[in-house]
């Protein structure tokens, strides 16, 4: 997924709630994704990635 196609959503904790007034969005500058990731891996091995921000973000009750 191209990096302009992405916002992160800092604060969301329940993703079905409609309550958006704690969070804050940024868009992201870049993902670096673990090079050992495998989609078709079912045991999920290696399924992590660094997401570096735009912006910097101030940290509150909600991001910690």
């Given at each position: 997924?191209?990096?302009?196609?992405?916002?992160?959503?800092?604060?969301?904790?329940?993703?079905?709630?409609?309550?958006?007034?704690?969070?804050?969005?940024?868009?992201?500058?870049?993902?670096?994704i673990?090079?050992d990731?495998?989609?078709?891996?079912?045991?999920?091995?290696?399924?992590?990635?660094?997401?570096?921000?735009?912006?910097?973000?101030?940290?509150?009750?909600?991001?910690?």
């Amino acid at each position: 997924i191209p990096v302009e196609r992405v916002t992160a959503y800092l604060g969301k904790f329940n993703l079905s709630s409609p309550d958006d007034s704690k969070i804050t969005t940024s868009s992201v500058f870049n993902v670096f994704i673990h090079p050992d990731w495998d989609t078709q891996n079912e045991s999920f091995d290696a399924d992590i990635a660094v997401v570096v921000l735009d912006e910097i973000i101030e940290f509150n009750d909600f991001i910690q």
